[in-house]
């Protein structure tokens, strides 16, 4: 079982930067692909950006490539996400996610929100122009 609490977000002017922090409990947070969901009002909940167990793969979105960086450090079961040259569009809810699925030493990134049985509670980003 894995409890998911995210931190970080917040209201920030165009081009500016938030980081959030997803605080994982339980001791097989290493074994766990992570990822970072985001959803906008009246549009679909949308994969962000998702790690491997060690943070050897890693998958970021088109929309946020160049400006979004996921890390993680197991030693502190955290995940972060690094939101940079943020954008109005980048406003919505976002959640922090694990894997179902335990791996023992395979590396996989995922994008599918069926992939993933723990969710945070959410954390407002809200970018001004």
């Known amino acids: 079982q894995v409890q998911l609490v995210e931190s970080g977000g917040g209201l920030v002017q165009a081009g500016g930067s938030l980081r959030l922090s997803c605080a994982a409990s339980g001791r097989t947070f290493s074994g766990h692909t992570m990822g970072w969901f985001r959803q906008a009002p009246g549009k679909e909940r949308e994969c962000v950006a998702s790690?491997?167990?060690?943070?050897?793969?890693?998958y970021v979105a088109d929309s946020v490539k160049g400006r979004f960086t996921i890390s993680r450090d197991n030693a502190k079961n955290t995940v972060y996400l690094q939101m940079n040259s943020l954008i109005p569009e980048d406003t919505a809810v976002y959640y922090c996610?694990?894997?179902?699925?335990?791996?023992?030493?395979?590396?996989?990134?995922?994008?599918?929100?069926?992939?993933?049985?723990?969710w945070g509670q959410g954390t407002q980003v809200t970018v001004s122009s």
């Open positions: 790690i491997s167990r060690s943070g050897i793969r890693k």
């Open positions: 996610a694990a894997d179902r699925r335990y791996y023992y030493g395979t590396e996989n990134y995922s994008v599918r929100d069926e992939d993933y049985g723990y």
